[in-house]
């Protein structure tokens, strides 16, 4: 077992899950972890068979069970370092992932996979990355809109377009394939709060999350740059679907040293935010603040 900061990990996602009778109430944590995971096959010792996913349970958020190997890498699996932050989602009875995947001769993209339990063990889905092949992508998100059609909203990265993207496009009902062309929602630049890497023109986008507010509010969590470091803003749908237009908030709600958030309720009701700090690799570690909604708006605060 192992406490909160005993684990490191980037991009933690949370999924409660309760048992119908209500007597079991567990939270499962998901995430890039590992000490090879910038890695490339040009550096040396790496090792592709290494790359997988683990996962950890709690019933506190406090002390943790695992880790679980929940996908190792298949022999003939098309991706071959890279492996970056999994979300996983139930959507129609059974467990899907979406996950970033990289290997030399071919884009970053989003792969969807799938297990009939949420520890897996997950196995490919679609048919490679669901992201345009031409693109690098990175941290794809589900989101079902109110007619029950699927989308996923992942980031065109800057290290293709300089001025990251976030971008829409919508599934097939099973998850296996893009069913439209990819819609640019926003870039980088249009939230006042980012500012360019150190040395270069580039802002980033990463780790897109939707959001519903109790008040039917339709709010995007994703990272960038800020002035004080790796940081957390969002972005509001006027239109109050997928497509927006979105407006951003001027300054960042976690401004210095922590990123890629995203947002679940405890069984006892209360909103929070999981994300991971600091920004430090191999020192990052899970970090859990409640959240407070004001109509459109969201506050973090520390528990």
């Known amino acids: 077992m192992f406490t909160t900061q005993q684990i490191q990990i980037r991009d933690p996602y949370i999924v409660p899950v309760q048992s119908e009778d209500g007597k ?22 790496f090792d592709p068979t290494e790359e997988c996913f683990d996962a950890f349970s709690s019933t506190d958020l406090q002390n943790w069970d695992g880790p679980f190997r929940i996908f190792t890498r298949p022999p003939d699996f098309w991706a071959d370092h890279n492996f970056w932050a999994p979300e996983v989602h139930q959507y129609q009875g059974r467990w899907y992932m979406f996950a970033s ?12 996979l799938v297990s009939d339990n949420i520890l897996g063990p997950y196995v490919p889905h679609s048919d490679g990355p669901v992201t345009p092949h031409e693109w690098e992508c990175l941290d794809g998100t589900l989101f079902i809109d ?15 377009v300089q001025d990251g993207k976030v971008c829409a496009m919508q599934l097939s009902p099973d998850l296996r394939q ?46 960038s740059v800020g002035a004080r470091g790796y940081a957390i803003g969002y972005a509001r749908s006027v239109s109050g679907d997928i497509l927006g237009p979105w407006m951003q908030e001027h300054e960042p709600v976690m401004g210095e040293d922590g990123g890629h958030g995203m947002l679940f309720r405890t069984f006892g009701g209360q909103l929070m ?10 020192k990052e570690r899970p970090m859990f603040l409640a959240v407070v909604e004001d109509g459109a708006s969201l506050r973090l605060m520390k528990v």
């Open 178 to 223: 893009s069913a439209g062309e990819p819609v640019m929602l926003f870039r980088a630049s249009e939230a006042p709060w980012t500012v360019v890497n150190s040395g270069t023109l580039n802002r980033v986008t990463d780790g897109p999350f939707l959001h519903r507010t109790e008040s039917g509010a339709l709010l995007m969590l994703w990272s």
């Open 273 to 282: 935010c999981c994300l991971h700090c600091p920004n430090v690799l191999l």
């Open 146 to 160: 109110k007619a029950g059609m699927p989308w996923m909203v992942f980031c065109h990265e800057w290290v293709q």
């Open 24 to 45: 079991d109430q567990r939270y499962y944590m998901f995430g890039t972890t590992g000490t090879t995971f910038w890695n490339s096959p040009k550096d040396s010792g």
């Open 101 to 112: 995947f990289k290997a030399l001769d071919k884009c970053r993209g989003t792969q969807i």
